[in-house]
């Protein structure tokens, strides 16, 4: 810090109060941290709207289809539901069930008796 009293300089008049050069360190540091904090701010609040527009955009896919390696599985259940392939009436379904295994001749229900008992 320079104090002056008298100069030539016509910018500063020759009045006797002291001059400063001196920047207010104090002022520009707390300007700094406060501008630093602000800025973490701003980009914390902005990745986390970033993350929440893509949580919600994936979030709208999966309601759509769970996901899409799934589509094509999905779309084969609803070609079933639908009466597609793979769809019997129960007879024709119990028919063929007895066809490949036969017909229980012995009587295995609970209230039999087993082996002559």
């Known amino acids: 810090m320079t104090t002056t009293t008298h100069t030539d300089n016509a910018d500063h008049p020759a009045t006797g109060k002291p001059s400063y050069d001196d920047v207010n360190t104090s002022a ?17 609040v902005v990745q986390g709207l970033c993350y929440h527009w893509q949580s919600s955009v994936t979030a709208e896919q999966n309601k759509k289809y769970g996901s899409i390696l799934v589509k094509p599985i999905i779309d084969g259940q609803k070609k079933i539901l639908e009466g ?18 036969g017909t229980n001749q012995a009587n295995n229900s609970p209230e039999a008796p087993k082996n002559g008992q």
């Open 28 to 44: 520009i540091f707390l300007v700094g941290i406060i501008s630093a904090i602000v800025t973490i701010l701003i980009i914390s």
């Open 84 to 101: 597609g392939d793979g769809v019997l009436p129960i007879t024709e379904a119990m028919n063929r069930v007895v066809a490949k295994y």
